[in-house]
């Protein structure tokens, strides 16, 4: 069960943010109502919520998944791989050391990592190699996870941008998949729901506290997870899948 939520406050310069969907730029004050809508959503999950001010030196801080990872025992601060999200990690540090006193630990150079290309399923993080992490980055973070008595394994991805962004744990052994993970030899000991390729974004949802946060819009796929005994949200994120953002993107869960 999650205890705490991280989330940021999206600045106006996020329609600035790297993209590569062609779906033209965010309108920020569209932006802003669903983002406090996701907020709500999570609200109704039984967790604290720490909600950070918008920042605008970082288009895309509002993702505060990629610079952090929290897991059990420790806190790992990332590496991004984009140049221009590096410095997110010193705005969100001092937080995260507050949740984490004495138990905070650095991916370094010539590492990059962005935590939204790692998944945990129960005390093993699958660490996806992309254009964003890089092997150096994967090693530095499984080194530190073995050392908080913790495991973690290198899942090479082929077309995404993140490893999430094909894929959700919804804990129970239950994992949505698209695309290139349905037949990954890494994943075939879970219960696989198999995410239409015409509704792939939609693989990016969130499990909080047996309640499951997804994009609107996507009936298949909601579907699929109400019958599996989920309790069900959806939140409109139009306007963060035209900077490559998704539900996940959007809060740190611990």
Known sequence: MFKHIIART???ALVDGLSSSHLGKPIYEKALEQHNAYIRALQTCEVDITLLPADERFPDSVFVEDPVLCTPHCAIITRPGAETRREETEIIVETIERFYPGK???????GTVEAGDIMMVGSHF??????RTNAEGARQMIAILERHGMTGSVVKLEKVLHLKTG???LEHNNL????????KPEFQSFNIIEIPEEESYAANCIWV???VIMPSGYPVTRDKIAKLGYQVIEVDTSEYRKVDGG????SLRF
Do not use: D, H, K
Not at 126 to 131: D, M
């Open 247 to 250: 539900v996940s993107c959007m």
């Open 176 to 183: 949505l998949a698209c695309g290139e993970f349905i037949t």
């Open 104 to 110: 905070v630990e650095r991916i370094t150079a010539p």
């Open 209 to 211: 506290n047996e309640r």
């Open 167 to 169: 894929l959700a744990y």
């Open 10 to 12: 999206p600045c106006r």
């Open 126 to 131: 699958y660490i996806g190699q992309s254009a």
